[in-house]
């Protein structure tokens, strides 16, 4: 009799403690997240996390395709994916894991530096091509086929051979300096306040963020302004693709960050709870205070497939 009673209650408590554990794990969002998204993302986990004890945001930062690659290769568990750029989701993620995106925020690639950096006193907006290539000068900028702020990195030369007219821009500041090429933009930062870097290409909202120097480019080159989005289509780069071996085409575009839920969303109900949060009032705040110019409600071509609670945040393009 007492042997039934001590194996029932063994049953019950390993039910309970599976149901809580079970519970708990419920009660997470799983973030893969774009470098550039630290400060602003972090911001908002520990405010949604006041309104919603219950509920733990756990968030993985690093480059927007890593993070894509995160999801399409090494299939780890992953609710919410936040890009740099939205068409890193198209590309490399639909539709086989994700079926829609909601543009939300803009941005413009700058170049960071320190008062100490050498020739600080002297780089312009006309001049800071010819200062990069002088070879007591180091700079560093992220590795395009991991992260949009590589290739946009790119794109930027590509636009200011145009812009500048002039030839040779391009290849000597992509052959200088390889060995300080990172994975993500944010990675270049300890080498820039270390002296070991004098300039990195970087995001201005950065730049804000962490009280940097910035040398601010022309809107010809910046990949800011959207009304000159045919003539930054005017330069590519080609990156990696879906499978190995293959090339992806990247255009020159206005710079828009992109947020989804993929298909296999693991905390359905958290996930849409914190895009709730992210793409509502007090995350377009954190955004816009981060040096992240909010575009919601924006234009989305997949806007049908939007779950309804999130649809007052874009529109149908």
Not at 61 to 79: M, N, Q, V, W, Y
Not at 251 to 269: D, F, L
Request: with cysteine.
């Amino acid at each position: 009799m007492h042997r039934y009673f001590f194996t029932g209650f063994v049953i019950l408590l390993l039910f309970s403690c599976s149901n809580m554990e079970n519970k708990k794990e419920e009660n997470e969002v799983v973030i893969f997240s774009a470098g550039s998204l630290a400060v602003p993302l972090t911001k908002m986990a520990k405010q949604f996390e006041k309104e919603h004890p219950d509920i733990k945001v756990k968030i993985e930062f690093s480059g927007s395709r890593t993070a894509a690659r995160k999801i399409s290769e090494l299939h780890k568990p992953c609710d919410i994916i936040a890009s740099a750029d939205y068409s890193v989701i198209e590309n490399l993620l639909m539709p086989d894991y994700v079926d829609w995106v909601v543009p939300f925020a803009s941005n413009e690639l700058a170049i960071a530096y320190r008062t100490r950096s050498a020739y600080a006193n002297e780089i312009n907006a006309n001049n800071w091509y010819e200062i990069l290539q002088r070879k007591d000068v180091h700079f560093g900028r992220s590795e395009p086929d991991s992260d949009p702020c590589g290739y946009r990195t790119v794109l930027v030369l590509k636009l200011a051979e145009k812009y500048y007219h002039k030839q040779g821009i391009v290849k000597p500041l992509l052959q200088k300096d390889k060995s300080f090429i990172r994975p993500k933009e944010t990675d270049l930062l300890a080498l820039l306040e270390s002296g070991s870097l004098d300039y990195i290409f970087i995001y201005k909202s950065i730049i804000k963020q962490h009280h940097l120097k910035a040398l601010l480019l022309p809107d010809s080159i910046n990949l800011k302004n959207a009304s000159l989005a045919s003539y930054y289509q005017s330069v590519s780069v080609d990156v990696s693709g879906k499978k190995p071996g293959q090339k992806i085409r990247k255009k020159g575009a206005p710079m828009v960050y992109g947020v989804a839920m993929t298909k296999a969303s693991p905390h359905r109900r958290t996930a849409l709870l914190f895009l709730q949060f992210m793409l509502g009032e007090k995350g377009q705040i954190i955004m816009d205070v981060s040096g992240q110019t909010s575009l919601v409600p924006s234009p989305s071509a997949y806007f049908d497939n939007i779950p309804d609670l999130l649809k007052p945040f874009a529109r149908p393009l």
